[in-house]
Nanobody, 123 residues
Framework: QVQLVESGGGLVQAGGSLRLSCAAS????????MGWFRQAPGKEREFLAAVSASGAASYYADSVKGRFTISRDNAKDTVYLQMNSLEPGDTAVYYC????????????????WGQGTQVTVSS
């Protein structure tokens, strides 16, 4: 198993940037694909981005492509989500998650989750 803890959320104005971090502990972090999801009130959990276990490959949802960048540092057991050009529609709780497979965009394929961090974008 792997335990995940997100940080870096907060309040930011539209057009601003935030970098989220997700620190992992437990079983070998470098063996997992890592993903970021978000969930806004009254909406389903939405896939944002994922990065392969080695960090060599990543993929994004169309809604954030070009604005968000996922990366990982396996030496620090941490995955990041750099978010630029934030919009009020990006307001949500952001979650990191771990999967043993690659290419998944559904939350059902990610068995391990952090507790989430709130991101609020003001207009």
């Amino acid at each position: 198993q792997v335990q995940l803890v997100e940080s870096g959320g907060g309040l930011v104005q539209a057009g601003g940037s935030l970098r989220l971090s997700c620190a992992a502990s437990g079983r070998a972090f470098s063996s997992y694909t890592m993903g970021w999801f978000r969930q806004a009130p009254g909406k389903e959990r939405e896939f944002l981005a994922a990065v392969s276990a080695s960090g060599a490959a990543s993929y994004y949802a169309d809604s954030v492509k070009g604005r968000f960048t996922i990366s990982r540092d396996n030496a620090k057991d941490t995955v990041y989500l750099q978010m630029n050009s934030l919009e009020p529609g990006d307001t949500a709780v952001y979650y990191c998650a771990a999967s043993t497979g690659f290419g998944f965009t559904t939350s059902l394929r990610y068995p391990y989750w952090g507790q989430g961090t709130q991101v609020t974008v003001s207009s």
